[in-house]
């Protein structure tokens, strides 16, 4: 009597993809309110952008979904310090999860 490993079925790995992109939305959200000025168009244009994604069962997409994730999470804490140093380092975190949705959208396309 052996074990049997199936492949995880197709509609599966589209409904976590799908609850990916919500949940990388949502902290999106979260972080568009806590911006300001310039910052928070950005964010918004991000935020928009991950919210219309096409879920996909690509590894390469559902890795950069995790990549967009962690970048999500960090950009909700530096804008949660709220500082002059932490605005700098919003705008690299803004500029990475950008470059991380382009690379998203290319496994997509």
Do not use: H, W
């Not at 568009?32 to 935020?47: D, G, S």
């Not at 952008?49 to 950009?75: F, N, Q």
Request: glycine share 4%.
């Amino acid at each position: 009597m052996g074990l049997c490993f199936s492949k995880p079925d197709k509609k599966d790995i589209l409904k976590d993809s799908r609850e990916a992109i919500e949940c990388n939305a949502r902290s999106l959200a979260v972080c568009t309110e806590l911006a300001e000025n310039e910052l928070k168009t950005k964010v918004a244009r991000l935020c928009d952008a991950v919210k219309y994604m096409t879920p996909t069962t690509s590894e390469g997409a559902m890795r950069m979904d995790k990549k967009i994730s962690a970048l999500a999470g960090d950009l909700k804490i530096v804008l949660s310090k709220g500082s002059e140093r932490s605005l700098v380092q919003a705008e690299d975190i803004v500029k990475d999860l950008s470059n991380a949705i382009a690379e998203r959208n290319t496994y997509t396309a």
